[in-house]
């Protein structure tokens, strides 16, 4: 498609429960880039891929956070044993090569109760 | 790493004047940076890049300019219309392995 498809729009979780975030990139767009927003505008670095493959991950909090991006399917990022300090919208971005510029989606709103 | 400053925080103009919102980074080996309007509920979208080998680039009423010396750059919107408001971010790049954003300047055009 010709834009980032994010799902679900909004999601909302019990403190402990697992989150699990979708991505569609660009057709043809071989990075994708995964963002935390807090408090409405500061952006958080947490993976970036190229293709299937992890490419940065060193904004990653490893003990609970995993993604992936495989061939033929959205990308996915999973939050297990959620906490309140999860609560954000994230992006999820894509671009046709290094040194392009991002394409983003529309985000997921996660909310942590 | 780098760090990317972004000022001012809010900014309101009155609709037909300009706003300018500045940046500053602090790695020299970035080579990119990218602009982008957030509006609510919504996803950034790019409105405006520059790269480190251009000094300055204008897109209609949106112009960038670049000082790599003193490591700043900043955006220029001129003729501001009420459809401008919303936050806008500066990025900083090194050869697009990590993007860097500002902390974002939410811009009032007063009708």
């Known amino acids: 498609g010709e834009e980032v498809a994010q799902t679900p729009k909004h999601l909302v979780r019990g403190e402990g429960q697992k989150a699990k975030l979708y991505c569609a990139p660009i057709?043809?767009?071989?990075?994708v880039f995964w963002y935390q927003q807090v408090l409405k505008n500061e952006f958080k670095f947490l993976i970036s891929?190229?293709?299937?493959?992890?490419?940065?991950e060193t904004g990653m909090p490893k003990e609970r956070f995993s993604a992936k991006c495989l061939p033929n399917s959205p990308c996915s990022l999973e939050i297990q044993a959620t906490k309140l300090e999860d609560s954000a919208v994230y992006f999820c971005?894509?671009?046709?090569?290094?040194?392009?510029?991002?394409?983003f989606g529309n985000g997921t709103r996660l909310t942590v109760t | 790493g780098e760090n990317v400053e972004q000022h001012p925080s809010t900014l309101s103009v009155q609709e037909g004047d300009s706003a300018v919102i500045k940046c500053t980074y602090s790695d020299s080996a970035s080579n990119y940076f990218p602009w982008y309007k957030q509006e609510l509920g919504k996803g950034p979208q790019l409105i405006i890049d520059i790269r480190s080998n251009v000094g300055e680039k204008k897109d209609q009423r949106i112009a960038v300019t670049l000082n790599k010396t003193a490591k700043h750059f900043s955006l220029h919107i001129t003729e501001t219309q009420p459809e401008d408001s919303a936050v806008y971010f500066c990025?900083?790049?090194?050869?697009?392995?990590?993007?860097?954003f500002g902390t974002g300047t939410s811009l009032t055009v007063i009708p």
């Open positions: 057709k043809g767009h071989s990075y």
């Open positions: 990025a900083a790049s090194i050869a697009g392995n990590q993007f860097y």
């Open positions: 891929f190229q293709n299937e493959n992890v490419f940065d």
């Open positions: 971005a894509s671009s046709p090569g290094r040194e392009s510029p991002l394409h």
